[in-house]
């Protein structure tokens, strides 16, 4: 595709569902990162991955965080129990080449809302 | 204290003027980013900057590693650069970014 694709773009919760967020980088991609973004703050570091290795994932918040790229390209971020605190912008992004200080290129972001 | 700090938070400027923002960070980086982010979310990379100054357009970003200092400036603003502006860095050998909270910038015609 021409960039990086995610889906839903809308999702609203009741507190305590399941969610899952579903990340489609650029093909070709290696690295990919999830961040959140609050009403107002700048994206925080979620969790990174390296073809399909999880490098990182010292930025999520509990372990009702998790996240996969089992074949190395298409990721999906899954939120278990949701909370009211977990409403946020979920943005995904990915770059060619990692440790060459590369560009990202973001998505869209998954707007969740938590009732 | 934020990793990551910006100024202003929110900017307001008639179109035409020339806009700065600013951008300090107490880490040691690998790279620096400015983003641009529209309501909606979508976010746009602008520069990534190592050292000295990029230009595109009417867009201008400098750092200054000694200082621990970029801007970002915007000549001859116009209405359609409204959007949120987001410095973000990369810190050592991470590829991980550490974002700004972002500056606000409306330009009114």
């Known amino acids: 595709g021409a960039g990086v694709s995610q889906s839903p773009r809308y999702k609203v919760a009741k507190r305590g569902q399941d969610v899952a967020l579903r990340c489609d980088p650029i093909?070709?991609?290696?690295?990919l990162f999830w961040y959140q973004q609050a009403l107002g703050q700048g994206p925080e570091f979620l969790t990174y991955f390296q073809n399909e290795a999880q490098l990182d994932k010292s930025g999520l918040p509990s372990d009702r965080f998790f996240a996969e790229r089992p074949e190395g390209s298409v990721s999906t971020l899954k939120i278990q129990r949701t909370q009211q605190e977990d409403s946020a912008v979920y943005l995904c992004?990915?770059?060619?080449?990692?440790?060459?200080?590369?560009?990202?290129?973001f998505g869209p972001g998954t707007r969740l809302t938590v009732l | 204290k934020n990793e990551v700090e910006q100024s202003p938070q929110n900017l307001t400027a008639q179109e035409g003027e020339f806009i700065t923002i600013n951008c300090s960070y107490s880490?040691?980086?690998?790279?620096l980013h400015w983003l641009q982010q529209h309501p909606g979310g979508g976010i746009v990379s602008l520069f990534m900057?190592?050292?000295g100054k990029k230009k595109h357009g009417r867009l201008i970003a400098t750092i200054n590693i000694q200082e621990k200092h970029s801007s970002l400036h915007i000549t001859a603003s116009h209405p359609r650069d409204s959007a949120v502006y987001i410095c973000a860095v990369r810190s050592g050998n991470t590829d991980k970014l550490i974002f700004g909270t972002g500056t606000r910038l409306q330009v009114f015609p």
């Open positions: 992004a990915s770059s060619f080449i990692p440790g060459l200080r590369t560009e990202q290129f």
């Open positions: 880490v040691g980086i690998s790279a």
């Open positions: 900057l190592s050292s």
């Open positions: 093909s070709g991609h290696v690295s």
